[in-house]
């Protein structure tokens, strides 16, 4: 079935990303947006917008019945997810399903094969792909104790049902476990209605590794590259980049058959991720995201492809030989940043305010994805995501001082942001020799002038 109107049941950045490629595809864009977010951008470039609800999420973004009736309403015969809320979640998958309007993503079965991240490991490790060291299975505090003991400390527990950092804990000794145990299940039980955890050993010294696939869910199968996200702030990403300075090629084709060997054992469609721990030239599975990336501008960046594009095509019926897609040739550096209305003086504290000055840098090879203009005012209601700044060059030090300079042009004022951390990471030795690893803000804090200061 062709995709003729898509509903975008998403706000802010990603919405504006989506219709976009609706609007060059030549498909009708239907936005949805809380009273919050009547002013948004993204209400303003869709075809039509629809009010779905009241400020608070679960009364809008995240109400199936309301998204379902807004994409019925107004004649869309496909959603859009995007990234967050309802991205991931299988009932929302099914509802569409259910009112013959195309899920642009994964079959629902998949999503909660791989939403839930005991049975993704299972799945992974059948298809011969490895985990992190750590249980079989969910435990209890008995057989977390057992599970840590025989894999070392330190650990980490983790959330089944979970993501982002929530409904996890560091676990340094065996003095700590209990404690962190109990933390982790409330906090699990409160985000996710389940308080089922896992344990894995925590590689502390390791590179945050994703691949980009995307498949046609007939056999066909691309892998699009992967991303460095190591640069992170309690498990969220602050700066990524592709290719990973990191990874050889002797590596990079071992994780381009894994990930491979993966889609094809679960005949995965659409756009996905799979995240690895990368240690001592050994890569290891931790999750598979079944949505499109919030960094995946770098990918089509290197691979010169547009994925929503091809996600909407794809879920269309369009194969990937069909799209041209069967192969890529990866070209040049890409990074990108991402701009928050939070205070890293202030423990990165959301900044929710009025935006009195944006102006986007330009120039050849800059992308700026942002949802945000001069008199808008941040809600606190979300995420604090403003905008991405994304740069291409033909290798990675070039990329480098792109970045710098966009970032020198950028001008939002109003609220705080983290774009002088931006400057101050991208300025750093470790960085700019592609010697980091996920604990770099920490290891470097003391030498970073706006953490530094707080």
Same mark, same amino acid.
């Not at 969910?138 to 599970?147: K, Y």
């Not at 491979?260 to 659409?270: P, Q, S, T």
């Not at 001592?280 to 290891?284: I, K, R, S």
């Given at each position: ?9 998403? #706000?802010?950045? %990603? ?15 239907v936005?949805?947006y809380?009273?919050?977010? +009547? ?10 917008a629809v009010?779905?609800?009241?400020p ?5 973004? *995240? ?6 009736? $807004? ?7 496909a959603? &859009? ?7 991931e ?11 013959d ?26 298809a011969?792909? $490895?985990? %992190?060291?750590g249980?079989?299975g ?10 840590a ?19 996890m ?8 476990l209990?404690?962190?145990f ?5 906090? +699990?039980?409160?985000?996710?209605g389940?308080?089922?955890l ?9 590179? &945050?590794v ?25 498990h ?19 994780? !381009?058959?894994?990930a ?8 995965? #469609?659409?756009a996905?991720? *799979?995240?690895?721990?990368?240690a ?5 599975f ?9 960094? &995946?501008?770098?990918?089509? *960046?290197?691979?010169?492809i547009?994925?929503v594009? +091809?996600q ?8 990937l ?13 890409a990074i990108?940043v991402r ?25 050849p ?5 942002? &949802? %945000? ?8 209601y979300?995420?604090?995501?403003? $905008?991405?700044?994304? %740069? ?7 990329s ?17 942001? !983290? ?12 960085f ?18 706006t953490?530094?200061?707080?």
């Open positions: 079935m062709t995709v003729t109107r898509v509903l975008v049941a998403n #706000r802010g950045e %990603v919405a504006v990303r989506v219709l976009r490629a609706c609007q060059e595809l030549g498909v009708e864009g936005a949805v809380s009273t919050a977010d +009547a002013e948004s951008g993204h209400v303003d470039l869709a075809d039509r009010c779905i609800g009241p608070p999420a679960a009364k809008s973004y *995240l109400d199936i019945p309301a998204l379902i009736a $807004a994409a019925t309403t107004t004649g869309c015969n959603v &859009h997810p995007g990234w967050g809320f309802l991205a979640n299988s009932g929302f998958a099914r509802a569409c399903e259910d009112n309007i195309i899920f642009i993503g994964p079959r629902p079965d998949t999503i909660d094969l791989m939403g839930d991240k005991i049975s993704a490991r299972t799945a992974m490790s059948e011969g792909v $490895a985990g %992190v060291p249980s079989d969910p435990v209890g505090l008995a057989e977390a104790t057992q599970s003991e025989a894999v070392g400390y330190p650990v980490l527990l983790k959330a089944s049902a979970g993501g982002g950092g929530t409904g804990r560091l676990v340094a000794g065996s003095e700590d209990t404690r962190a109990e933390a982790a299940a409330v906090e +699990a039980r409160a985000a996710f389940n308080d089922e896992y344990l894995e050993k925590a590689l502390t010294s390791a590179r &945050h994703e691949i980009q696939v995307l498949c046609d869910g007939l056999g066909g199968v691309l892998i699009a590259g992967e991303r460095e996200c190591s640069v992170q702030r309690r969220q990403k602050v700066i990524e980049e592709a290719p990973s300075p990191a990874v050889s090629d002797e590596l990079r084709a071992a994780m !381009t058959d894994t491979e060997r993966a889609c094809r054992a679960i005949d995965y #469609r659409g996905g991720t *799979l995240e690895f721990l990368v001592d030239g050994h890569f290891y931790i999750e598979m995201n079944t949505r499109l990336q919030v960094e &995946h501008p770098v990918t089509e *960046l290197v691979a010169g547009d994925l594009q +091809a909407i095509a794809i879920a269309g019926g369009a194969t030989a069909e799209l041209a897609l069967d192969s890529l040739t990866m070209r040049g550096h990108e701009i928050n209305a939070e205070d890293p003086a202030n423990d990165f504290m959301p900044a929710p305010g009025e935006i009195t000055e944006f102006v986007p840098p330009l120039g090879g800059v992308r700026v994805d942002t &949802h %945000v203009y001069a008199g808008y005012a941040v809600p606190p979300y995420d604090s995501l403003l $905008a991405k700044l994304i %740069v291409w060059a033909e290798d990675r030090p070039r480098i001082e792109r970045a710098l300079r966009a970032l020198g042009e950028l001008r939002i004022e109003g609220v705080p942001t !983290t774009r002088e951390l931006a400057i101050d990471i991208l300025s750093h030795s470790a700019r020799e592609g010697d980091y690893t996920t604990t770099f803000l920490e290891d470097v804090v003391a030498e970073l002038p953490l530094s200061q707080s």
